[in-house]
Structure formats: structure tokens, C-alpha cells
């Protein structure tokens, strides 16, 4: 990434949160973390990496046909020309965080 993308990149990860308290109900969702966003060089499109600790497979399913209203309440805030899509992606875990959170929920 550019200077410039990280950026906004950075600009992004600042606002989105209070973006998806807006639009999401932490009850439904547990806590939602923000963990990486990569934004295009064009500024099509701002993948942005989440983990959840439950109803993830809702969560991406909401979060990406609301992604066009969080990017519409995003642009003004920005102060950009062209304000990417936005793509909530899951991040990859790895087995050990997979094995804690499998146990927690046991609990």
C-alpha cells in the first residue's frame, strides 16, 4: 500500500466503529474487532478484516449488504472524491484461537 492509502486506510479503521454500533447490535454479535483494512491503490474497494466472537456467519452476511450504507455514511467523513466499497471480510484465525473460543463457549 501507498502512503496515502494507508491513510485512509487509518481514517477508516477510526470511523467504522462507530459506523457498526449504529447499524449493529453488539447483543446479537458479542464484541466486534477491526482487525486490518487494506484499501485498493484506486480507491475501488476497502477489504476490512473483523473478528466476532459468535454469529459471525450472520454478522458477514448483514454487514455486507449494509456495507453500501456504512460506505454512504462514511464519504462525508472522509472528505474524499471517490470513497471506496467496503468489503467486511472474516480474519483468518488460527487454531489455537479457534480451540479458546470453542471452550469459552462450553462454558
Do not use: C
Not at 449504529?22 to 477491526?34: C, M, Q
Not at 472524491?81 to 489455537?96: A, E
Amino acid at each position: 500500500m501507498s502512503t496515502r492509502t494507508e491513510k485512509i486506510a487509518s481514517l477508516i479503521q477510526h470511523e467504522v466503529p462507530s459506523l457498526l454500533l449504529k447499524y449493529f447490535n453488539e447483543e446479537a454479535f458479542g464484541l466486534i474487532t477491526i482487525e486490518k483494512i487494506e484499501v485498493y491503490d484506486d480507491l475501488s474497494l476497502a477489504k476490512i478484516y473483523v473478528s466476532l466472537l459468535k454469529g459471525k456467519t450472520r454478522f458477514f452476511k448483514e454487514a455486507n449488504k449494509k456495507s453500501w450504507k456504512i460506505a454512504r455514511d462514511l464519504a462525508p467523513r472522509l472528505k474524499l472524491k471517490k470513497t471506496p466499497k467496503i468489503k467486511f471480510l472474516p480474519k483468518n484465525n488460527d487454531d489455537k484461537t479457534e480451540n479458546v473460543l470453542r471452550i469459552l463457549d462450553s462454558l
